[in-house]
């Protein structure tokens, strides 16, 4: 999940094996998440979103899963691959018109 | 579909140069952005766009600013450039703001000496 500091929470996994990897969120009013990608010396890359009136939303080897209840979104990354290797962070709405707020990424390693 | 274009990727700045950031959007977006990441601090908002010829401020404007004077260009201007500001900027666009994705830019690495 996400943390404090100038260290990335990170998730080493085996190619093939299902990664799974989490974000915690606050605000009540956030209606609207994004996962996104970022591979080194890139920018952002979209991978999958969901709105809060939904629980799951699937994607090519992708699932992402809501729980309002308890603030937490996660993202399932099926038969991981050397090119999922990355830093994955949560985006989410708050409310708000214009603008989305970013969380602190995970580094994902996938070992061959 | 050219997406987002930043120019330039890299550049390094004596303290107290100046210069601009170009991002430009093809996609006929009404919102951009410009953020800046540094290590373990994931993307801060520097200033945003609701539109042509509008601008705000996010999280931290201090030391910069922007211009959009046509709908695909989205210019972030360093007035007298610090070592605190050495960074990786990244440009974004989105079709209606909150309630939909970004669209990222490559990023601009910037290197104040």
């Known amino acids: 999940g996400e943390s404090v500091g100038l260290h990335l929470p990170t998730l080493s996994v085996q190619e093939g094996d299902n990664s799974i990897i989490n974000c915690a969120y606050s605000?009540?009013?956030?209606?609207?998440f994004i996962w996104y990608k970022q591979e080194s010396g890139k920018g952002p890359q979209f991978i999958i979103d969901?709105?809060?009136?939904?629980d799951k939303r699937q994607g090519q080897r992708v699932t992402v899963l809501l729980n309002k209840t308890v603030k937490h979104l996660s993202l399932q990354i099926a038969a991981t691959q050397p090119g999922d290797s990355a830093v994955y962070f949560c985006?989410?709405?708050?409310?708000?018109?214009?603008?989305?707020?970013f969380g602190k990424g995970t580094l994902l390693t996938v070992n061959p | 579909n050219a997406g987002v274009t930043q120019t330039p990727k890299f550049r390094v700045l004596k303290t107290g140069q100046s210069m601009t950031l170009l991002c430009a959007q093809d996609?006929?977006?009404?919102?951009m952005y410009w953020y800046r990441q540094d290590p373990g601090m994931g993307l801060r908002l520097i200033h945003y766009?609701?539109?042509?010829?509008?601008?705000a401020k996010g999280e931290v404007p201090d030391g910069y600013n922007v211009s959009r004077l046509k709908k695909q260009n989205f210019l972030l201007g360093l007035e007298s450039a610090a070592p605190s500001q050495t960074s990786v900027y990244f440009c974004?666009?989105?079709?209606?703001?909150?309630?939909?994705?970004?669209?990222f830019g490559s990023g601009t690495r910037l290197t104040v000496v």
């Open positions: 974004a666009s989105s079709r209606t703001g909150g309630n939909y994705g970004y669209t």
């Open positions: 969901i709105r809060s009136n939904m």
């Open positions: 996609m006929n977006h009404e919102y």
């Open positions: 605000n009540s009013a956030s209606d609207y």
């Open positions: 985006a989410e709405n708050r409310g708000s018109n214009y603008k989305l707020t």
């Open positions: 766009s609701v539109g042509e010829g509008t601008t």
